[in-house]
């Protein structure tokens, strides 16, 4: 298959680029970097030219109020680009509860680019992962000082980088879903003994303090991060993989 990856070259996207690669398909990474703008259009009909199909790992630059703008014009473009280039399936990367958090900016910005794919003219398929190991230093530092890092108890079923990889690639390379598959970390984790695991792990003495105010998962309430009985379950555990990063 020829697959192009939308912002194949960040965390997610470069591995993604990779493990096609390994499996015998075409995977073209397109980029700010590689001459493709999601939001002028510039370069997405020369990078979908026959393309089986479109694999949309890219970010918004912010989290804040603008973020259903990026959104909103870049699904608009490489919708429109897709049907031009008569694309059979088009992929989504989302996050696990994506609707269920209207009071983000982000989360609400996610759940509209889910609903223009759904509109959208193509087949197509939406992978929720729920957050990444890799990112829970960034959420230390947010509300962290020299001697504490102030935390929710929000319950979070994190997952390893390589676990998302292998679920959107698994998925794109298949029949379009015509819906969402749920794909989550096996255990079920308290941010704030989260953020205590890792620091014991890191050699870390700051204390965690248990502020269900502070940051941005301060306003997720119950348990809507958590995946559902249908998610599939990755197999990395978050302490062998921070046996493994340190």
């Known amino acids: 298959m020829r697959l192009v990856v939308i912002g194949g070259t960040g965390l997610i996207g470069s591995q993604v680029v990779g493990k096609l690669a390994a499996a015998g398909h075409e995977a073209v990474p397109a980029?700010?970097?590689?001459?493709?703008?999601?939001?002028t259009g510039k370069g997405l009909d020369e990078a979908l030219e026959g393309a089986d199909a479109v694999i949309n790992l890219a970010n918004s630059p912010t989290f804040d109020e603008a973020s259903p703008g990026f959104f909103r014009t870049s699904m608009t473009n490489l919708l429109a680009a897709g049907e031009r280039a008569r694309v059979r399936h088009q992929v989504v990367l989302s996050i696990v509860g994506v609707d269920q958090v209207p009071q983000l900016d982000y989360y609400r910005a996610k759940a509209l680019q889910e609903e223009l794919l759904r509109q959208g003219p193509t087949p197509y398929s939406i992978v929720r992962a729920t957050q990444f190991f890799e990112f829970m230093d960034a959420v230390l530092s947010w509300t962290s000082d020299s001697d504490t890092v102030r935390l929710p108890a929000t319950r979070i079923q994190p997952m390893a980088a390589a676990d998302v990889v292998d679920a959107v690639v698994e998925v794109a390379t298949s029949t379009p879903l015509e819906g969402i598959r749920n794909t989550a970390g096996p255990d079920v984790f308290p941010l704030d003994e989260l953020g205590r695991v890792t620091l014991a792990a890191q050699h870390d003495s700051r204390t965690v303090v248990t502020d269900d105010q502070a940051g941005m998962f301060a306003a997720v309430t119950?348990?809507?991060?958590i995946a559902g009985p249908d998610?599939?379950?990755?197999?990395t555990h978050y302490q062998d993989w921070l046996r493994k990063a340190r």
Not at 231 to 235: G, V, Y
């Open 231 to 235: 998610a599939h379950l990755a197999p």
């Open 31 to 39: 980029a700010l970097s590689t001459g493709v703008d999601l939001i």
């Open 222 to 225: 119950g348990d809507v991060l």
